[in-house]
Nanobody, 117 residues
Framework: QVQLVESGGGLVQPGESLRLTCTASGRSLDGLSMGWYRQSPGKEREWIASISSGYTPTYSNFALDRFTISRVNAKNSVYLHIDRLQPEDTAVYYC???????????WGPGIQVTVST
């Protein structure tokens, strides 16, 4: 089992930047992919980005210009940096750990990010 805890969310103003952190515990993350998803009110959960244990990132199309995913294996942590936040970025952001070769898939409880004046 993997336990995930997200942090770094909250209320931010449009145009600001934010870094979300997710820290995992419970088992080794060797070979596991770590990623971020979000769910806005009234919408389905959408994938933002993932990063392999070898530090190769992949992004959804909408995330290419303002989102940066990174990872520190020694800290069992994955990060999501968001630049130039917009009200449309308001959502609950979820951390995910998944085995790309098997069924293991774990989710954090989610953290709220609200972009508003």
């Amino acid at each position: 089992q993997v336990q995930l805890v997200e942090s770094g969310g909250g209320l931010v103003q449009p145009g600001e930047s934010l870094r979300l952190t997710c820290t995992a515990s419970g088992r080794s993350l060797d070979g596991l992919s770590m990623g971020w998803y979000r769910q806005s009110p009234g919408k389905e959960r959408e994938w933002i980005a993932s990063i392999s244990s070898g530090y190769t990132p992949t992004y959804s199309n909408f995330a290419l210009d303002r989102f940066t995913i990174s990872r520190v294996n020694a800290k069992n942590s994955v990060y999501l940096h968001i630049d130039r936040l917009q009200p449309e970025d308001t959502a609950v952001y979820y951390c995910n750990v998944a085995d790309p070769t098997g069924p293991d898939n774990y989710w954090g409880p989610g953290i709220q990010v609200t972009v508003s004046t």
